[in-house]
């Protein structure tokens, strides 16, 4: 609906110059088309009207005629009647008048210059003819019509023969426009003349003869019929279509017409009266010429304000591009920053999100090392329960050396106490160390050291079960690694492998560890049964354990294996094809 409501303003605009720029083209065209035709109606009216006048004085001399005053004083007498004849004769053929003729007064022709041939006047009488009467009333006769004798129409001057006591009879001269008539044929242009009766008396297109533009009234077809004016011919009326105004008001006498239909070639109608007649000669101009003005006027004038629509519109539409452009890049602006704030804001969800899973772990982590220290805590209070005793002998044996005045004896006693609180000092320590709460924040870490810590809390237990731990390590080997989680994942390998060897005949845990390129592999293997081929596929899932109830969580290898994956590293569980054990460590390596 917008679409059709901004095409229909410059619709109606290209419409309405269309009319304008068509009507003053055609003006302009009908003008010129005026200018030419105008003196060339002239043309012919003044070549008909001189026609006419060279044979207007010709009865009104032969009036004076003896011959024919005679013959129609004597009008039984043959010799003047053939005298009178061959005069006639000899005066037409000199001026070319299709016929002249005596008519006595009661209408009877008694000589006439065509009394040789078939078609002789001689004996017809006149009487009924407008010129005959209009002769001997008015004193001349002036009548066009068809020859009731001949069949040939023409134009008929009569003046009446004066005689001693009026008139004697008329003479009457009979001129042929045929011959005029064909030469306008041969004319581009089409030319008519009409009567006063309105009938086409001549006409430069044969077609047209003797019909009229408009209908006849019965009463003049009547009165024409008594005359004989038309004798025997049917005055049909031409099938006229009167075209629109399109002649400028000031040219009155100029109309547009077509002739022959609504399918004729519309012409343009100039016409002007015959002087001397009641005649008017119509000077008809093809007008395709001014409708070729009118479409070219149109076909501008709609083309101008359509182009111009059309520029108006590309304006428009540039602009409007420009604009969606604009809106485009600012969408995708405003977009890209959305998106920017939607990842900074999942990004915090998830680092959010990652810390509490994080703080979870960690918690996980911590919650299993202290089942874990739990467990060991029976060892190491007897781990402290011993130096404990040893401590209350040595500060008694002191007591007693003092009393006994040796104090040699007081001061060994002494030392050995004080190298017994540096272990159990030393002890609790690692215990504070084990426990705490990490962070998991990887730094140097030299191996041996964490594998001392380790086994240092395992060391009751070792020693309660009776295994020999051998170890292999390179005291410079370093990985990166928090320290407090290796030791919770060395204490919980080492851990195990000494309950895989508890009551086997040999009882012995290996630690080693090797540097490989970027990586260090450490190994736990022990004397143990070996993992069951049933087991091995689960062993690092959460709560997989073989341990009776109270001893195993199933826990240990999981947060181990979390632990370290953590770091950038890896575990294995494997055996040996000896027999025992053998879990694998791959570790980053720190130089
Ligand atoms: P837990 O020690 O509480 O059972 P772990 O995850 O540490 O939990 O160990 C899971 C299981 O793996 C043990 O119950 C045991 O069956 C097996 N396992 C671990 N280490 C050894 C080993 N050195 N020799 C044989 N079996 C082992």
Redesign the pocket.
């Known amino acids: 609906m917008r679409r059709f409501l901004i095409w229909l303003g410059p619709v109606v605009l290209a419409v309405l110059a269309a009319a304008v720029t068509g009507l003053l083209a055609e003006r302009l065209a009908v003008s010129q088309l005026l200018e030419q035709a105008g003196p060339r109606r002239d043309i012919y009216v003044e070549g008909l009207r001189s026609e006419l006048a060279r044979y207007e004085t010709l009865p009104a001399v032969m009036a004076y005629s003896s011959t024919l005053r005679q013959m129609l004083a004597h009008p039984q007498d043959e010799a003047l009647r053939q005298q009178a004849n061959a005069y006639l004769e000899q005066v037409a053929e000199v001026s070319g008048a299709a016929a002249i003729y005596a008519i006595d007064p009661q209408g009877t022709t008694h000589a006439a210059s065509n009394w040789r041939g078939p078609g002789s006047f001689v004996d017809m009488n006149f009487a009924y003819r407008p010129y005959f009467r209009d002769a001997l009333t008015k004193g001349y006769g002036r009548f066009y019509g068809i020859g009731t004798t001949s069949g040939a129409p023409g134009y008929y001057f009569a003046r009446p023969i004066p005689g001693p006591d009026g008139a004697v009879g008329v003479v009457v001269v009979k001129v042929s426009l045929a011959a005029m008539e064909r030469t306008w044929g041969q004319a581009a242009d089409r030319v008519l003349v009409r009567d006063g009766h309105g009938v086409t008396i001549l006409s430069s297109v044969p077609d047209w003869a003797f019909r009229t533009l408009d209908p006849l009234s019965d009463g003049l077809r009547e009165r024409l019929e008594a005359t004989r004016q038309y004798d025997r011919i049917d005055l049909r009326a031409l099938e006229v279509v009167r075209g629109a105004s399109v002649v400028p008001a000031a040219q009155e006498e100029a109309t547009a017409l077509r002739i022959g239909g609504a399918r004729a070639p519309l012409l343009l109608a100039v016409s002007r009266t015959v002087p001397g007649t009641d005649w008017t000669l119509m000077l008809l101009t093809d007008m395709a010429p001014v409708l070729h003005a009118r479409h070219l006027g149109w076909g501008g004038g709609a083309v101008a304000v359509l182009l111009l629509t059309l520029a108006t519109l590309l304006v428009r539409q540039r602009r409007r591009t420009a604009r969606a452009e604009r809106a485009t890049r600012a969408a995708l602006q405003q977009a890209a920053h959305d998106l920017e704030q939607q990842v900074s804001a999942r990004t915090a969800e998830l680092v959010a999100a990652n810390s509490d899973l994080q703080r979870a772990q960690d918690g996980l982590v911590q919650a299993a090392k202290l089942a874990a220290l739990g467990q060991l805590a029976t060892g190491i209070a007897h781990e402290l329960n011993q130096p404990l005793a040893a401590l209350r002998t040595l500060s008694d044996n002191a007591a007693a050396f003092l009393a006994r005045g040796k104090p040699d004896r007081v001061t060994e006693n002494l030392t050995l106490i004080g190298d017994l609180t540096e272990r159990m000092a030393r002890i609790t320590a690692q215990l504070r160390g084990f426990a705490r709460r990490s962070e998991n924040r990887p730094e140097a870490v030299r191996l041996a050291v964490a594998a001392g810590n380790s086994l240092a809390l395992l060391a009751e237990k070792t020693r309660r079960l009776g295994v020999t731990v051998e170890t292999a390590i390179d005291p410079a080997l370093c990985v990166r690694f928090d320290p407090v989680r290796l030791e919770q994942v060395l204490v ?2 080492l ?3 000494l ?2 060897v508890n009551g086997q005949p040999q009882r012995w845990v290996r630690l080693e560890a090797a540097r490989d390129g970027g990586r260090v592999r450490v190994r ?1 293997l ?1 004397s ?5 081929a049933a ?1 091995l596929p689960h ?2 899932e959460p709560f ?4 009776p109830p109270g ?8 947060i ?1 294996a979390g632990i370290v994956q953590d770091h950038g590293g890896e575990i294995k ?1 494997d055996n040996r094809p000896e027999g ?2 053998m ?1 694998t460590l791959d570790l980053p390596a720190h130089d």
């Open positions: 919980n390998l851990g195990n492998a309950d895989a736990v022990d143990g049964p070996g993992i069951a087991s062993l690092f997989f354990t073989t341990k001893q195993g969580l199933g826990l240990g290898l999981v181990s569980a025992g054990a879990f």
